[in-house]
């Protein structure tokens, strides 16, 4: 008797798990549009990818009055040490950051990537300023060490 109970029983719930399959695929999906969520990636590549990394950080970290001391965390990952010595001094002269070369923040940045030689590699990083209607843009040319990736130098762009 206990044999024919379990057998109904387990023949009940694998009829229930088959109708609830069965159910869940003829409901149509929740998604309404066709296209993908967005994604970001990333990978350990050239030179001016992590120029980009390190000014979108570092926008983020200087944007957020939270962020504690994540900005100078930044700089020290990611600028060699005789550039924050020099920018050190920029700054105490001009009061400004100089990382941006600017005593605001951007509200956009972009990179693009330059020339290289001799060991280094050039980017060009255009911050955008002012709003979205009447943006105004700001041009600064970045140095990288090609051995060790580490940005080596920011100028002002003529």
Do not use: C
């Not at 030179?47 to 900005?71: E, K």
């Amino acid at each position: 008797m206990s044999r024919i109970i379990r057998s109904r029983t387990t023949g009940r719930v694998l009829v229930a798990a088959a109708l609830l399959l069965t159910a869940g695929a003829s409901v149509p999906a929740v998604a309404s549009s066709t296209t993908p969520p967005p994604a970001r990636s990333g990978s350990n590549g050239p030179a001016y990818d992590r120029v980009a990394d390190f000014y979108g950080a570092y926008v983020d970290a200087v944007t957020d009055s939270g962020s504690g001391h994540l900005d100078t965390q930044l700089r020290a990952f990611y600028l060699t040490s005789g550039l924050r010595s020099r920018l050190a001094t920029w700054e105490n002269r001009e009061h400004a950051d100089g990382v941006l070369r600017a005593q605001d923040v951007p509200r956009a940045w972009k990179v693009t990537a330059g020339d290289s030689g001799m060991g280094h590699t050039w980017s060009t990083v255009r911050l955008t300023w002012g709003s979205a209607k009447h943006p105004t843009y700001t041009y600064l040319t970045v140095q990288s060490d090609l051995a060790t990736k580490k940005i080596s130098d920011i100028k002002q762009k003529s």
